[in-house]
């Protein structure tokens, strides 16, 4: 078995963040996918509490939950620091990560409803991004300041999957005019080779999320 | 302006995680009292975001949210550890504060129902309640092992608060047969001097939750 071993669903955000967080690492993995809809033993066996990827196994331990991956992985691996040195500047980053994780599903509304409760869902999910842009992004380049990290990783979603739940939903959210801060960091995320190398094809992903929005069966965490 | 300070609900379980933690690293601080039904200017600037207590103030710095809270005052503060050394451990920890934080409004659902509802709701919150005992305390005297640690302070209204639930409600939900271990937890984490020391009051307890529950004011969070 190897060291480090990722079990990941392609269009899982959760998933990409760890991969990212990994790559920033400079961390060799053996990645394994799942089917979300097909469940492995491996998975039931190594996330018998949420049965969801993405799971991380390390010398043969394994972690669930995304944001506690990306905490163990900092504390791992410590080079190419993902969380700020000072006590204030982590319980920020690791405030905004807990505000995008109870967000996220009132942010991706819009994918599942219509007419005027789209409409109502648009308003909601600008609102919380103007609180993302105001209070937790600001004039920085990068959430935690001029590098990528922990928090940047956890909105990253924003940067490449959002855009296909607007053009499948049909509405404009994140626009430039509105949140033109938010706009210019995700231009700063995609720039970072780790990011840009590692992103879900655009129309695999656009077509998973029809399909899912057809069938009605698109989940609250937008994409599984 | 004090160090540190604590802005707080006397029957809020969250602001009960941070005074514990405070205590137990022995650090002096200055306790505000909020309500929460008539929001001072205090917490409003403090924090935008959620407008909730705890909010914590250190050197005329706010953080907010509870679980962020304690992973600033672990590292603050590191005498007295919260959290185990090894980053296993550590991501264990905060494993289960999630899985806590994610499922307290559907373990407390019992308080806000009736009838076939609440005997749904019951069933549930004992099916969480299992998972927990079985899979995150197992047969260790607190979450971590032999001593207090963060995961057992962010568990800790299971302790006083449930019970109180459970009785306004008419349901019991954490008995010993059912739940032996973490029954037997319960008792120890009530012998922790900080712990036995910082209990809100029962009786006032009971008639606040008695009154949320005959206004239909329970919210999810079981307090406030």
């Not at 504390?75 to 980053?93: D, F, S």
């Not at 648009?122 to 300041?145: R, V």
Request: with cysteine; charged share 25%.
């Amino acid at each position: 078995m190897a060291e480090v071993k990722l079990l990941g669903f392609w269009a899982s955000p959760f998933s990409d963040r760890v991969i990212w967080a990994l790559k920033l690492k400079g961390i060799n993995y053996e990645y394994v996918e799942e089917d979300p809809y097909n469940k492995t033993q491996l998975l039931l066996q190594h996330n018998p509490v949420h049965k969801k990827v993405p799971v991380l196994i390390h010398a043969g331990k394994p972690i669930a939950e995304s944001s506690m991956i990306l905490e163990y992985i900092e504390e791992t691996w410590p080079q190419n620091p993902l969380l700020p040195q000072g006590a204030y500047e982590r319980a920020m980053a690791r405030f905004w990560i807990k505000f995008g994780e109870e967000k996220m599903a009132t942010i991706c509304a819009v994918l599942r409803t219509s007419g005027a409760e789209q409409e109502r869902a648009t308003k909601e999910a600008m609102e919380l991004l103007k609180i993302l842009e105001e209070q937790g992004l600001g004039d920085k380049k990068f959430f935690g300041g001029d590098a990528i990290g922990l928090a940047d990783i956890a909105f990253g979603w924003l940067a490449y999957l959002f855009g296909v739940i607007e053009e499948v939903a049909g509405v404009k959210v994140l626009d430039a005019n509105r949140l033109p801060r938010l706009h210019a960091w995700i231009d700063n995320l995609k720039e970072v080779p780790v990011i840009k190398e590692n992103l879900p094809d655009r129309q695999k992903l656009l077509g998973h999320l029809k399909r899912r929005r057809e069938t009605h069966l698109a989940l609250p965490n937008c994409n599984n």
